[in-house]
T-cell receptor, first 113, second 111 residues
Framework: DGGITQSPKYLFRKEGQNVTLSCEQN?????MYWYRQDPGQGLRLIYY???????QKGDIAEGYSVSREKKESFPLTVTSAQKNPTAFYLC????????????FGPGTRLTVL | QKEVEQDPGPLSVPEGAIVSLNCTYS??????FMWYRQYSRKGPELLMY????GNKEDGRFTAQVDKSSKYISLFIRDSQPSDSATYLC???????????FGAGTRLFVKA
């Protein structure tokens, strides 16, 4: 059963802590993406990766970091430098490098206490 | 000016109504146009994908692109309560790599 999985579904963090969100895909897609979704706003691109061991900053990369050590995995770390981290985080992948058909995971809701 | 504008709604319609959802955009370089459906607390799922101008139909859904007016629409016929969700338009230009998403229109279909 192919798809994208994200874990955990809900995450609570204290201020000043780093936290890592997991994203795994078994679709054999080359490209992977991380988005942030806030109420009333469109999806905003945090980071994207076209290939293993390579990734690029999106529009709102400050306070976030990623790695792409395996084709299937693209974890996102929300660091303490991120000023307003409470949001819904979505991971996506696309079969090609042009990104026009993206498939999304179920999302992780991060709340900073 | 935002690259894409989408009325956030909410839009409330009775079951069986025809629904029209719309987005306008500013950059004529966009060539690929998508519509995603997102249920509450879930990830978006791709509904429709069109290239350039014209219409595309899939069951009760029709996507329409008017590049001259920079206007895209999604029509839902015979709407059902299960269509209640947020609908996001998305645009992409070849070579740009980044997909631009609208803020989404929240739709409620009342039984």
């Amino acid at each position: 059963d192919g798809g994208i999985t994200q874990s955990p579904k809900y995450l609570f963090r204290k201020e000043g802590q780093n936290v890592t969100l997991s994203c795994e895909q078994n679709l054999n897609h080359d490209a992977m993406y991380w988005y942030r979704q806030d109420p009333g706003q469109g999806l905003r691109l945090i980071y994207y990766s076209q290939i293993v061991n390579d990734f690029q900053k999106g529009d709102i990369a400050e306070g976030y970091s990623v790695s792409r050590e395996k084709k299937e995995s693209f974890p996102l770390t929300v660091t303490s430098a991120q000023k307003n981290p409470t949001a819904f985080y979505l991971c996506a992948s696309s079969p090609g490098l042009d990104g026009n058909e993206q498939f999304f995971g179920p999302g992780t809701r991060l709340t900073v206490l | 000016q935002k690259e894409v504008e989408q009325d956030p709604g909410p839009l409330s319609v009775p079951e069986g109504a025809i629904v029209s959802l719309n987005c306008t955009y500013s950059n004529s370089a966009f060539q690929y146009f998508m519509w995603y459906r997102q249920y509450s607390r879930k990830g978006p799922e791709l509904l429709m994908y069109t290239y350039s101008s014209g219409n595309k139909e899939d069951g009760r859904f029709t996507a329409q692109v008017d590049k001259s007016s920079k206007y895209i629409s999604l029509f839902i016929r015979d709407s059902q309560p299960s269509d209640s969700a947020t609908y996001l338009c998305a645009l992409f230009k070849t070579g740009g790599f980044k997909t631009i998403f609208g803020a989404g229109t929240r739709l409620f279909v009342k039984a």
